[in-house]
């Protein structure tokens, strides 16, 4: 019966941080709420990567643009923009993460902001023949 326990209690334990090999790679915005309510805005120039080596780079609309360094503890990550002197750090929870699919909520003063995100595919390239 311990047994039992405490390989529960260490697959919860498990089954609570994230997997960063999943969230590593270039993701794109596919949809954002706003207090619960869908924004009908053009996503196309919103992206998120994460690289190897804890380093992520986010670009917005109207030119913004953010990158540094993250980690991460249990479903919650911390981006701390190294572009802005003194540095930033924004903490957003990880609400989904699959191979193919990324789910953020962040806190905008009062605002709660969900943002969808979707993995972008590696551009085919031609071969030159």
């Not at 954002?32 to 805005?41: D, L, V, Y």
Request: include cysteine; charge should be neutral; charged fraction near 25%.
């Amino acid at each position: 019966m311990k047994a039992f326990l405490f390989l529960s209690l260490l697959c919860l334990l498990c089954a609570c941080r994230l997997d960063e090999r999943t969230l590593q790679g270039d993701w794109q915005a596919v949809a954002f709420f706003e207090n619960g309510q869908r924004r009908e805005i053009d996503l196309s120039p919103v992206k998120l990567r994460f690289s190897g080596g804890r380093h992520y780079t986010y670009e917005s609309i109207g030119l913004y643009r953010e990158e540094g360094n993250y980690r991460s503890s249990m479903h919650y990550l911390f981006l701390t923009d190294t572009s802005r002197t003194p540095p930033v750090e924004h903490i957003v929870k990880v609400l989904y993460l699959s191979p193919d699919s990324l789910k953020m909520r962040m806190q905008q003063d009062s605002a709660e902001q969900v943002l969808w995100l979707a993995r972008r595919q590696p551009e085919s390239r031609l071969l030159e023949q």
